[in-house]
């Protein structure tokens, strides 16, 4: 079973960019659809962006536009690369992994947006 670690949270102005990193572990990297969700304080954990096994890529309505999902099978990661950040996108940011319909989580990563 894969493990994730998520990096490259941080505090940023409103206007400003970031990049997430998620390494993951294991030789089965490339089996996975890899996404990354988010979850603000009093919220429910939502969407925000995937890319599949074959490299079809799906952002959340809020994010398009500004956030890009790439992965690096050779390297084992996946990342977010997020422009234009407003302090709504203040959240923990986790990494997800799936197959078969079983879900990995990583630990998160704090993004915070000021205003």
């Known amino acids: 079973q894969v493990q994730l670690a998520e990096s490259g949270g941080g505090l940023v102005q409103a206007g400003g960019s970031l990049r997430l990193s998620c390494a993951a572990s294991?030789?089965?990297?490339?089996?996975?659809?890899m996404g990354w969700f988010r979850q603000a304080p009093g919220k429910e954990r939502e969407f925000v962006a995937m890319?599949?096994?074959?490299?079809?890529?799906e952002y959340a309505d809020s994010v398009k536009g500004r956030f890009t999902i790439s992965r690096q099978n050779a390297e084992n990661t996946v990342d977010l690369k997020m422009n234009s950040l407003k302090p709504e996108d203040t959240a923990v940011y986790y990494c997800?992994?799936?197959?078969?319909?079983?879900?990995?989580w990583g630990q998160g990563t704090q993004v915070t947006v000021s205003s």
């Open positions: 997800n992994a799936a197959v078969l319909g079983r879900n990995t």
């Open positions: 294991g030789r089965t990297f490339s089996w996975y659809g």
């Open positions: 890319i599949t096994v074959g490299g079809r890529i």
